[in-house]
């Protein structure tokens, strides 16, 4: 029995291997290399006013130039530009996000899973609790408090996304337990430290680099929606969803200013959940998550 | 050989609570794991023991090896009682007894090289300098018959037969005087098996070593035991020096295994040698617990609980036809 689930899962995993997701690879190139070289290959800086070319369209329709490809704002910023190092606050918000709530997740769930009884029920009526809270209401709460920020996007998203990962990490880590190389380690002195960090943890790396891949697309799309709707990120920074929602009022006579961001967000989105994907393929064939 | 007792158990018992309802869950009575039992191991002797799945085996060994607390009764290894080490004298008492389980596929961590497998003991208990644990897990990595070469690749690239020896040379690393062995060839092939029994049994020559096995199949405790103890639904039923277990089998259950014994699998042969299922630990039979299958079973035997007697110097059995 256990040999011929062996067997299907290294099938599947083989052939998942074969399936490379070079679409979702490329979007991710580039909008990493977008990241890193944003800089020095966007044309102009993301906040240079072109006041001669005001609401200028696309190269490929009328009235566009080479100087300004995706067109420009009613400001005469370039929004090639804009979008380029727009890149950098999605990425660096969502890891931020991430960052936050995966240590508060990941730990709790180590801690739930792997010490059981009273400490395991607290932390999980935490986590019911937690999930209970109205996610809107409590985004305005914050923003409400700390005023509408980066910051206060990170505070809000990072303080209410951990309990998903608890509750993941602590079914890893319970099933983990059960497993005779954790009786082992304690029949060798380890104390419940070395054997969460050392025995427990690198056992669960890889689900966890499926989630972080997956969630990235989804807060791309969360901390742009909250940025759209005014809660996020403040002009004049080129945030995709502060540029949508700059850009809606124009939408009549200048849809380039909320196509194209939404475009960029979609892109990115995709090429994170395809990837994400076939990871979960590559390390997880079993399909145990979602 | 000297006689001194290396293990002594006496009047074990572990019960788990059986909990229903999800909210409000409330215990609906107990599984009676290991219920009263006894035996003792003289330093350098190996007891083998012996019993169907779920009699109780696996929940000894965890309580001898002092991973769970027992509901009643006493474990001395070496003088000590395990049930009582805590903190920095439960560390001590891990460098004397050490373990090897069933499943050579989860009782080695996929994600560790096996040189720090085998040298994980030695870095937590801080023998030797970090050149001198490198080395000693080599050593020991040959001692059990694997390329030392070897010692950089990962579990998975191993046998089953090949990862049991990597278990062996971690359980060895500490120096210990006991080794608990719990099931320790039965995840492998037949021909695999006796290799196996036969590195044991060297490596408990070598080094004077005790072990306790573990195994539902009397003939691979026939090879290594100097004793053997039969268990049935947490109960020992007959415990004896090997040799005169297999020339004197006295108690009903016992002659059942011997007869199912010499087949590659005895659970199989077993149903054909004895009627019935094995009850529910959690609502044994009265009396003697094995009398519903039992070929030699009197009235008497429904309602009276028997002790062990001690027939023949060594020889106990808990029955009520060998009881004066
Ligand atoms: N943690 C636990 N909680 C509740 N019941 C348990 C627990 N551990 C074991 N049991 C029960 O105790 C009984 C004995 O289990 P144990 O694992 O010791 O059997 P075993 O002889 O090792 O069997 P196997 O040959 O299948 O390994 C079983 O009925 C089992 O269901
Ligand atoms: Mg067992």
């Not at chain 2, 290991?34 to 330093?43: G, L």
């Not at chain 2, 023998?127 to 080599?138: D, F, R, T």
């Not at chain 2, 050593?139 to 990862?163: C, K, M, W």
Request: with cysteine.
């Amino acid at each position: 029995m256990d040999t011929l689930e062996a067997e299907g899962s290294v099938e599947a995993k083989s052939r998942a291997r074969n399936r490379i997701p070079y679409i979702g690879l490329g979007f991710i190139s580039i909008f990493l290399f977008v990241v890193i070289f944003g800089q020095w290959v966007a044309p102009y800086d993301y906040d240079y006013w072109d006041m001669a070319n005001i609401t200028q369209p696309p190269v490929w329709l009328e009235g566009g130039s080479w100087e300004h490809i995706l067109g420009t704002d009613p400001l005469g910023r370039d929004v090639l530009s804009r979008i380029i190092h727009g890149s950098r606050y999605s990425l660096a918000i969502a890891l931020s996000c991430i960052a936050v709530y995966g240590t508060i997740g990941i730990i709790l769930g180590l801690i739930s899973g792997f010490l059981g009884g009273n400490v395991d029920m607290g932390i999980m009526r935490l986590c019911d609790l937690w999930m209970g809270l109205p996610p809107i209401i409590t985004a305005i709460l914050v923003v409400s408090v700390m005023g509408p920020s980066s910051l206060a996007i990170i505070v809000y998203i990072g303080l209410s996304g951990w309990p998903g990962y608890t509750r993941i990490v602590r079914g890893e880590t319970m099933s983990l337990a059960q497993n005779d190389f954790i009786r082992l380690a304690r029949v060798a002195g380890c104390s419940k430290f070395r054997i969460i960090t050392s025995h427990i943890f690198p056992n669960i790396v890889n689900t966890l680099t499926i989630l972080i891949t997956l969630d990235i697309g989804g807060l791309i799309i969360l901390t742009a929606t909250l940025s759209f709707l005014g809660l996020g990120t403040q002009p004049p920074s080129p945030d995709w969803g502060l540029m949508m929602n700059e850009g809606r009022q124009y939408i009549t006579y200048a849809w380039w200013l909320i196509v194209f961001p939404g475009v960029a967000i979609m892109f990115a989105v995709l090429g994170f959940n395809l990837v994400g994907d076939w990871l979960r393929d590559v390390l997880d064939p079993k399909q145990k998550l979602r | 050989m000297t006689k001194e007792i290396s293990i002594e158990v006496k009047g074990l018992s572990k019960h788990f609570p059986v909990t229903s309802g999800v909210i409000f869950s409330k215990t609906v009575g107990v599984v009676k794991a290991v219920d009263n039992i006894s035996f003792s191991i003289n330093h350098g002797e190996t007891l083998g023991i012996v019993g169907e799945s779920g009699c109780g085996k696996s929940t000894t060994a965890n309580l001898v090896l002092g991973l769970d607390k027992p509901t009643s009764g006493q474990i001395i290894v070496q003088g000590e009682d395990v049930a009582k080490l805590k903190g920095e004298s439960l560390f001590k008492f891990r460098r004397k007894v050490q373990a090897v389980f069933q499943d050579p596929f989860r009782s080695l961590n996929p994600r560790k090289k096996i040189r720090h497998i085998v040298s994980e003991p030695l870095m937590v208990h801080k023998v030797g300098s970090s050149w001198q644990i490198k080395q000693k897990a080599l050593e020991l990595l040959e001692l059990v018959g694997i390329n030392p070469q070897r010692a950089d690749l990962y579990p998975h690239e191993f046998s089953g037969g090949q990862r049991q020896r990597i278990a062996i040379a971690r359980a060895l690393s500490l120096n210990p005087s006991i080794i608990i062995l719990d099931e320790p060839v039965s995840a492998l092939d037949v021909s695999i098996q006796a290799q196996i029994l036969n590195l044991l049994m060297d490596l408990r020559e070598k080094f004077s070593l005790t072990f306790l096995i573990i195994s539902h199949d009397l003939a691979v405790v026939e090879h290594v035991s100097t004793h053997i103890g039969v268990m049935y639904l947490g109960r020992i039923v007959e415990l004896s020096p090997a040799a005169e277990l297999y020339k004197n089998p006295l108690h009903p259950y016992t002659r059942a295994l011997l007869a199912a014994s010499p087949v590659a699998d005895p659970d199989v042969k077993l149903k054909a040698v004895l009627e019935g299922e094995v009850p529910s630990p959690m609502n044994p039979p009265t009396g003697c617990t094995f009398h519903p299958r039992c070929p030699d079973c009197k009235p008497e035997c429904k309602s009276r609980e028997h002790k062990m007697h001690e027939i023949t110097p060594g020889h106990f059995v808990s029955c009520l036809n060998f009881s004066s």
